[in-house]
């Protein structure tokens, strides 16, 4: 089984709607979460931490559930530029520098 | 510019011949990674380094080798290179060591082994 598990996609979502997806880690002593967006095979950009209380960052918003160990990514007013994958990171606490990254989820907004 | 840069971008190199992917970042960051991309299965960690002289294997760390003699450079070696290492390579870099810092990944070298 997979340390993070994405669902792939993609996820096609007409220009203005909301979409919303999770990611499901597996090890519950990890501690910090992100999410990182990447375009067509280019490098991975951060695009905002996961807090525990929830975080929201204009148009992104991201959520945190512990208890059943996923994470989410709710964007709204989608745009053409979101169109993008969207990776799941997780940070173990006994592992300082080693984040594991899910295989990530496509995102496709429509005209 | 702050950048993290990678070379060669792209290399089709055949089984068994050495080579070497430079790594160099100029924000003067601790901590640097090696990651492999491969289609469904996402990043995957190869070796870090916390700082000069200080190297740790990551999840998949076989067949490669890494070296940080100066803070800027973090040079990923492959001695035998196998078909199985034929993979998007990323180099990323962040100020400290820890899941508090922001990574900041290279562009990317797209490596072929025939």
């Known amino acids: 089984r997979k340390e993070v598990e994405q669902d792939p996609g993609p996820f096609n979502v007409p220009e203005g709607a909301t979409v919303a997806f999770n990611c499901t880690y597996s090890n519950s002593a990890s501690q910090s979460f992100f999410w990182y967006r990447q375009d067509c095979r280019k490098e991975p950009k951060l695009l905002m931490s996961?807090?525990?209380s929830g975080n929201e960052d204009g148009r992104f918003t991201a959520q945190l559930n512990r208890a059943s160990q996923y994470i989410s990514l709710l964007i709204r007013d989608s745009k053409l530029s979101d169109s993008a994958t969207y990776l799941c990171?997780?940070?173990?606490?006994?592992?300082?520098?080693?984040?594991?990254f899910g295989a990530g989820t496509q995102v496709v907004v429509t005209p | 510019e702050a950048q993290v840069t990678q070379n060669p971008r792209y290399l089709i190199t055949v089984t068994g011949k050495k080579l070497t992917v430079t790594c160099s970042q100029n924000m003067n960051h601790e901590y640097m990674s090696w990651y492999r991309q491969d289609p469904g299965l996402g990043l995957r960690q190869i070796y870090y380094?916390?700082?000069?002289?200080?190297?740790d294997k990551g999840d998949v760390p076989e067949g490669y080798k890494v070296s940080r003699k100066e803070k800027r450079n973090f040079p990923l070696i492959l001695e035998s290179p196998s078909p199985n290492q034929t993979s998007l390579y990323f180099c990323?870099?962040?100020?400290?060591?820890?899941?508090?810092?922001?990574?900041?990944f290279g562009p990317g070298t797209r490596l072929t082994v025939t």
């Open positions: 990323a870099s962040s100020l400290r060591q820890g899941f508090a810092y922001e990574q900041y």
């Open positions: 380094s916390m700082n000069v002289e200080v190297t």
């Open positions: 990171v997780v940070s173990l606490t006994d592992s300082w520098g080693k984040l594991q």
């Open positions: 996961v807090y525990s």
